[in-house]
């Protein structure tokens, strides 16, 4: 993909979900960080994305509005990325496909808080869902990281790795995902607004490779049009093959971080090196090359 990628970081999060730092101290340590092109992906909210703008412009950077919705697929959860090249307030308009994606997955979200607070009072966390609440700090939506939080303090657990272990991760109690709308429901309302969906962290499902092969080509038949390269640090032999997938499909390559808290190797712009491959890089997508080329000069 070039040496360009240096200074480009198109998934990360904020405290507008389940990251540690604010909007515009993101921001900040991005452009610290040597990061040029950003896009603010917090869980199911556009939330965060207008404060960390202010902060982009301050520091001449350029901020893609973004968001990683939740869906779900044969029965696994999987997580899109929305870029929208229209921005936030396009994309929050009541008429827009995307707001309609937003106010679902609110409410969906909210429905599953209950449900899992349900299931971990079963296995002796009273009152979860109000100890989720409160680690989640007026948030618009609780995630299941507050209740590995919420189960770290009441001693029921040792750290958050091992509630998810136990409690949260997949296949575990506390794992609903039937109330996440379809995968293919979800792309249609971000490409219905102008907007490229992106499938997240591929190699991240514990899917077969034939497995992850059908995912794509469903999200690719919904008008899915690129799919994360390089998420986070991952094995380079992994990264050729998933590149290959990407390839026989069209798919554009994107990349980033996942960066949530300044804790462990994560950082804003560090990630593994994109596997060289003919795969064309999100950047000359066409709907953001023109956001990409607004900021390649000074
Ligand atoms: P939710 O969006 O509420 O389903 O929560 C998913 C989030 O939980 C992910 O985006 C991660 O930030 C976090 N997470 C998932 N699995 C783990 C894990 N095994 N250990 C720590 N955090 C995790
Ligand atoms: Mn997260
Ligand atoms: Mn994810
Ligand atoms: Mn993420």
């Not at 998934?11 to 507008?16: E, F, Q, V």
């Not at 696994?76 to 707001?99: K, R, T, W, Y």
């Amino acid at each position: 993909m070039g040496p360009e990628v240096a200074g480009i970081d198109l998934h990360m999060h904020s405290t507008a979900s389940d990251g540690a730092l604010a909007p515009a101290e993101l921001v900040a340590k991005c452009h610290a960080n040597g990061v040029r092109w950003m896009a603010l992906t917090d869980h199911d909210t556009l939330a965060g994305v207008a404060e960390a703008r202010l902060a982009a412009e301050q520091h001449g950077m350029a901020l893609l509005a973004g968001a990683e919705l939740s869906t779900q697929w044969s029965g696994v959860g999987i997580h899109v990325v929305a870029l929208l090249p229209n921005g936030e307030q396009q994309a929050l308009a009541p008429s827009s496909s995307m707001a309609l994606a937003l106010d679902t997955l609110e409410r969906a979200r909210e429905e599953r808080a209950e449900r899992i607070a349900l299931k971990l009072e079963k296995k002796g966390l009273a009152n979860a869902y109000q100890r989720a609440r409160e680690k989640a700090q007026g948030r618009a939506a609780v995630g299941r990281p507050h209740f590995a939080e919420a189960l770290v303090d009441a001693g029921i657990v040792g750290d958050r790795a091992e509630a998810f272990k136990r409690y949260l991760g997949a296949g575990k109690t506390g794992d609903i995902k039937a109330l996440w709308p379809a995968l293919e429901q979800v792309v249609e309302w971000i490409t219905g607004s102008g907007g490229v969906a992106v499938l997240a962290h591929p190699l991240r499902y514990g899917l077969t490779r034939r497995k992850r092969g059908l995912l794509m080509d469903a999200f690719v038949a919904a008008g899915g049009e690129a799919a994360e390269l390089v998420s986070g640090f991952q094995n380079s032999d992994r990264g050729r093959d998933l590149a290959r997938q990407l390839g026989e499909r069209s798919l554009y390559a994107s990349l980033g971080s996942d960066f949530h808290m300044t804790r462990g190797p994560f950082a804003p712009g560090r990630f593994s090196e994109p596997p060289s491959t003919q795969v064309p890089p999100i950047w000359q997508h066409p709907r953001l090359c023109d956001w990409f080329r607004r900021y390649s000069e000074g």
